[in-house]
């Protein structure tokens, strides 16, 4: 079955850097998000993505993140200036274009610690 | 410093046990539903999904019901086994538009004893 990659598994950054998560999502699926989970709490929806724009965002994602699709097949998270709370596991996923069937794939995700 | 989390349900099932995981979501207007699975340091896994225009959905050894009125959803796993050990998410959206936004539930850790 295909499958969302993540990079890096894990990434340990000082407080106020800048860090870049990156996802390959399924080749040939429209639809690309970020989700965050805090240690021992709940998945929460930080973005979606469709047609190189920001389709949805939440209250979480502020002017610290960014989303970028550089090329055909990545799509990357940036956090500018890195603080404690940002310490989580961050999960892309992407999807089809609307369908009756289609359903969301999440990636492995990427440990994220601030120090 | 210490970290706080949710105090997370547990479920323990002796194997071969059926398992109810149960699930309350909070808005009347979702009319989608999923159930991930998520083993430690994993992403969520698909399970099986519903939507408002039903009551039941069976998959192989699991079975979703909805229960709109009171806004419950349930997973049914028949015959549990070890590889089931993980937390269960239920997870709710509105279809409508093209990117659709998931607002997970909490979780429930299923356990599966020998």
């Known amino acids: 079955e295909p499958e969302v990659t993540q990079t890096p598994s894990h990434q340990v950054t000082q407080m106020g850097q800048e860090v870049i998560l990156r996802c390959v999502p399924i080749?040939?699926?429209?639809?690309f998000y970020w989700y965050r989970q805090i240690l021992g709490q709940k998945v929460e929806f930080l973005v979606s993505?469709?047609?190189?724009?920001?389709?949805?965002k939440s209250e979480i994602f502020d002017d610290q993140f960014s989303v970028e699709r550089p090329d055909g097949s990545n799509f990357t998270l940036k956090i500018r200036s890195t603080k404690l709370e940002d310490s989580a596991m961050y999960f892309c996923?992407?999807?089809?274009?609307?369908?009756?069937?289609?359903?969301?794939?999440f990636g492995p995700g990427t440990r994220l610690l601030v120090l | 410093g210490e970290s706080v989390g949710l105090h997370l349900p547990t479920l323990s099932v002796q194997e071969g046990d059926n398992s109810i995981i149960n699930c309350a979501y909070s808005?009347?207007?979702?009319?989608?539903f999923i159930w991930y699975k998520q083993e430690s340091g994993k992403g969520p896994q698909f399970i099986i999904d519903?939507?408002?225009?039903?009551d039941k959905r069976q998959g192989q050894r699991v079975t979703v019901l909805l229960n709109k009125t009171v806004k419950h959803l349930s997973l049914q796993i028949a015959a549990t086994q070890p590889g089931d050990s993980a937390v269960y998410f239920c997870?709710?959206?509105?279809?409508?538009?093209?990117?659709?936004?998931?607002?997970f539930g909490s979780g429930t850790q299923l356990t599966v004893l020998p």
């Open positions: 997870a709710e959206a509105i279809s409508s538009g093209s990117a659709r936004q998931l607002t």
């Open positions: 996923a992407s999807s089809d274009p609307p369908n009756p069937d289609r359903r969301e794939y």
């Open positions: 519903i939507r408002s225009n039903m």
């Open positions: 080749s040939n699926h429209l639809y």
């Open positions: 993505f469709y047609n190189n724009e920001i389709s949805e």
């Open positions: 808005n009347s207007a979702s009319d989608y």
